[in-house]
């Protein structure tokens, strides 16, 4: 019986350690894009083998890929705010692009310096507008003017006269 409340209670109390730690999951991911890609046969009957190979085989691939994503990985990425199998997304030089689309406009995210600046250009009625953010400046977006980056100032409402200005 002691020893049962024992294991309860650290597996309580380490479960507190996880708290707000939820990672990229590269390795799960990697094993799913893995099994994804496997073509045996067309249609129904490529689903069906994906399918079989995703229960039986790969079914230890994908516990022992969530076992390292969840109690190494995840550490790792929360301690160090890098997450060694998530960086893979990245190339060499630590950038990755992500576009999406919507109704024939398309925005493209670019992530450089390994996730540190986020370059977002999206179309306008006058061209593309360029935005970037700053990972250790949250909430506050910049334009990039002279090699410098200039915060944009959000204003929000009518913008109001100086006190000083006299009313007619």
């Known amino acids: 019986m002691k020893k049962l409340l024992t294991s309860t209670l650290i597996g309580i109390l380490s479960f507190g350690l ?3 730690c939820f990672g990229k999951f590269g390795a799960v991911k990697a094993v799913y894009s893995f099994n994804g890609n496997i ?5 129904k009957i490529a689903s069906f083998f994906r ?6 085989p790969l079914y230890i691939a994908y516990g022992f890929g969530s076992f390292l994503d969840i109690f190494i990985f995840n550490l790792i990425e929360f301690w160090t705010d890098r997450n060694p199998i998530a960086m893979a ?15 024939g406009k398309t925005v493209t995210f670019t992530y450089t310096e390994w996730g540190k600046v986020l370059k977002m250009e999206a ?3 006058t061209g ?4 970037y953010f700053l990972k250790d400046k949250p909430e506050k977006a910049f334009r990039l003017t002279n090699g410098k980056y200039v915060e944009i100032i959000q204003t929000s409402g009518p913008i109001l006269p100086p006190m000083s200005a006299k009313h007619i």
Do not use: H, R
């Open 51 to 56: 399918s079989l190979l995703m229960i039986f």
């Open 123 to 125: 179309p306008t009625q």
């Open 128 to 131: 593309m507008e360029t935005v």
């Open 89 to 103: 997304e990245y190339d060499f030089d630590g950038k990755l692009v992500k576009e999406y689309t919507m109704d």
């Open 18 to 20: 996880f708290a707000n």
């Open 39 to 43: 073509q045996i046969g067309s249609g």
